[in-house]
């Protein structure tokens, strides 16, 4: 590969840098900052600059968000490959750090205070883990082929989520897990993800029907085994492409069924739990003796799928009574109808449904949303910013947001697909994760769609750490991008 230096830096960078980006960055910042404003304006008719009140302080994080970027810019692109380690190293250092010398701050110790300004480490790790992903399979021949190279690409995300949690700050440490999207692109299998939508699907269907019965069990755990054993079917069938073993499997299941249904019809009692034992421990034996005439590695993988499933399913209770706090079993069991709190920990969310219903379509106009003006929404201007934006600007002003958002992500898509080495891809596609994962998980918290878990939408919420976190992630990203064409030469 030639590097070409026979040029004009700084003329070549104007010109190569991806101003479209950075336009779309800039509207996203100013909407955001004048979204703040309306969330905090209480009638004073105090300027929007004022830098005493929260949009003028957010003006202020803006102006210097673009001062950062400039300099993120002249930076040699090289620099961010040579010393991604090193920073990664220093972040995780500070975020150790952080767990002994933060104060306690709602019960989180996850923000650095120095005099008037506070900043949150966590923000600022995830380029630095962007960059070390990067870094790691940017290394010559590297491949997720082993499982020594899964086992380094998944330790550069899991340091940071556990010393995050540490922190006590759970929803800035699941923002890595999006992370698993640029494993996937980069050649991990795609049972990865079909194993955790499962996983996600099994948690919701236990807690969900947990109180009621069906074959004298939770009925959660019941349709949890049917599936179970529907996706067993579909494994052997598309995946092993054993037909005789998948057919040998669903007529055993009908007929199991069929004869639950007529022992039930006569009025006799079905223990669920020997029902549903005899037909997967059954299928575990069958597929057992299968091995021995057929892919013994697809039917292995499908019998781990078959017991690590059944394990799960017995565990989730546990996980859920023992692990998460209360205050968020009472989010998730909230969010999943199985209990209503609305003067509690569901008051947040039931305010900004209300709010932004109230919106309509083209919404009650700038300063004039009543829900935002008389703060029936708390952290409004943080993390419930978009109901601010749902009631003042309507159905239409929210699409407009989520349609620049998109812009954003797509860019940022097709330069990950236009760099012509792997790490400046890789970076990129951390990049889309991490925006991905804040903007779904905001707007579903608000729409209440998802636990409320603290997750900030991007440029929008107040903050300095998260606007500058963003920042640093897509300024480093242009300038990678930005010498693309000097590592296209061979």
């Known amino acids: 590969m030639e590097l070409r230096t026979d040029r004009n830096e700084g003329g070549t960078l104007l010109k190569s840098v991806d101003w479209l980006t950075i336009l779309i960055y800039a509207i996203l910042i100013v909407a955001g900052a004048v979204s703040i404003y ?73 923000w650095l205070v120095f005099g008037p300004v506070s900043l949150q480490p966590a923000e600022f790790a995830k380029f630095a883990t962007a960059l070390a992903l990067a870094k790691l399979f940017s290394t010559y021949g590297f491949q997720l082929n082993s499982w020594k190279n899964y086992a380094i690409a998944v330790g550069i995300i899991v340091l940071p989520i556990l010393c995050i949690i540490l922190e006590k700050e759970t929803g800035s ?34 807690l969900k029907y947990a109180s009621v019965l069906l074959l004298g069990i939770p009925m959660g755990m019941a349709l949890v085994f ?26 055993a299941y009908v007929a199991g069924g069929l004869l639950v249904w007529g022992l039930t019809y006569w009025g006799i009692q079905v223990n669920g739990y020997l029902f549903f034992g005899l037909m997967i421990g059954g299928t575990i034996i069958y597929l057992l003796y299968a091995m021995l005439h057929d892919d013994v590695r697809r039917i292995l993988i499908t019998i781990g799928f078959i017991a690590s499933s059944v394990i799960f399913v017995f565990l989730v209770d546990m996980a859920f009574n023992n692990i998460l706090q209360e205050h968020q079993q009472k989010r998730i069991a909230v969010v999943l109808g199985i209990q209503d709190d609305p003067r509690g920990v569901g008051y947040n969310v039931n305010q900004s449904k ?16 009543t829900q935002t003006k008389l703060k029936y929404v708390p952290e409004q201007h943080t993390d419930f910013i978009f109901c601010t934006i749902g009631e003042e600007q309507g159905f239409v002003g929210s699409t407009l947001v989520l349609l620049a958002f998109l812009a ?21 596609y951390c990049v889309a994760s991490y925006l991905i994962f804040h903007l779904s998980i905001n707007v579903g918290m608000v729409l209440g769609l998802c636990p409320v878990i603290g997750i900030p939408l991007p440029f929008f919420s107040y903050g300095g750490s998260s606007l500058w976190g963003f920042t640093f992630l897509l300024f480093i990203l242009l300038r990678i991008d930005a010498d693309r064409a000097a590592y296209g030469s061979w």
């Open 354 to 369: 209300i709010a932004i219903g109230s919106g309509g379509i083209t919404g009650k106009g700038f300063l004039n949303g």
């Open 38 to 110: 309306a969330a905090t304006y209480n009638f004073d008719k105090a300027s929007m600059f004022d830098f005493s009140g929260f949009s003028g302080k957010q003006f202020l994080w803006a102006f210097l968000s673009f001062g950062i970027g400039l300099s993120l810019l002249l930076i040699d692109r090289r620099m961010y490959e040579a010393y991604a380690y090193p920073i990664y190293g220093a972040m995780i250092l500070l975020l150790i750090v952080t767990i002994f010398v933060a104060p306690d701050i709602k019960g989180s110790r996850s």
């Open 226 to 251: 049917i599936i179970v054993m529907v996706l067993t079917v579909a494994m052997l069938l598309f995946y092993c492409r054993s037909l005789i073993v998948a057919r040998n499997v669903l007529l």
């Open 408 to 428: 954003l992500i797509l860019r940022v898509i097709v330069i990950a697909e236009r760099q012509h080495t792997a790490f400046g891809r890789v970076y990129a």
């Open 173 to 206: 440490a699941l923002v890595y897990t999006s992370l698993i999207f640029v494993l996937y692109r980069e050649g991990m299998s795609g049972f990865v993800l079909f194993a955790a939508l499962c996983a996600i699907t099994y948690f919701v269907l236990v």
